[in-house]
């Protein structure tokens, strides 16, 4: 069964870290790049950071830049998003996703990605 699952979101206070994690099955991230994407209620889904299969690039949006960071282990066929410094804007759901064989770091939005998680929830609050 091929699927995406996320974990390790949470409630933290403003300041915090998290580390979530997106553990792929049924499938090798080897050759797809990895998407985070977050919604807030209300708010449209969008893209978070993304690192590509082939040399590992990355792409970060305005919002997260210098507090998140995206890798990937593919050994583990397993990526992360570490949170740092969080603040309650980063409340949502955060959604990891899959694209084969494609850089999404230009446009991370513009494409249809393969395979998505289900979402874990992360709130920020005091």
């Known amino acids: 069964q091929v699927q995406l699952v996320e974990s390790g979101g949470g409630l933290v206070q403003p300041g915090g870290s998290l580390r979530l994690s997106c553990a792929a099955s049924?499938?090798?991230?080897?050759?797809?790049?990895i998407g985070w994407f977050r919604q807030a209620p209300g708010k449209k889904r969008a893209g978070v950071s993304c690192?590509?299969?082939?040399?590992?690039?990355?792409y970060y949006a305005d919002s997260v830049k210098g507090r998140f960071t995206i890798s990937r282990d593919n050994a583990k066929n397993t990526a992360y998003l570490q949170m740092n410094s969080l603040k309650p804007e980063d409340t949502a759901v955060y959604y990891c996703?899959?694209?084969?064989?494609?850089?999404?770091?230009?446009?991370?939005?513009?494409?249809?990605?393969?395979?998505w998680g289900q979402g874990t929830q992360v709130t920020v609050s005091s």
């Open positions: 049924g499938f090798t991230l080897d050759y797809y790049a």
């Open positions: 690192i590509s299969s082939s040399d590992d690039s990355t």
């Open positions: 996703a899959a694209l084969f064989n494609t850089d999404p770091t230009k446009d991370m939005d513009s494409y249809e990605y393969d395979y």
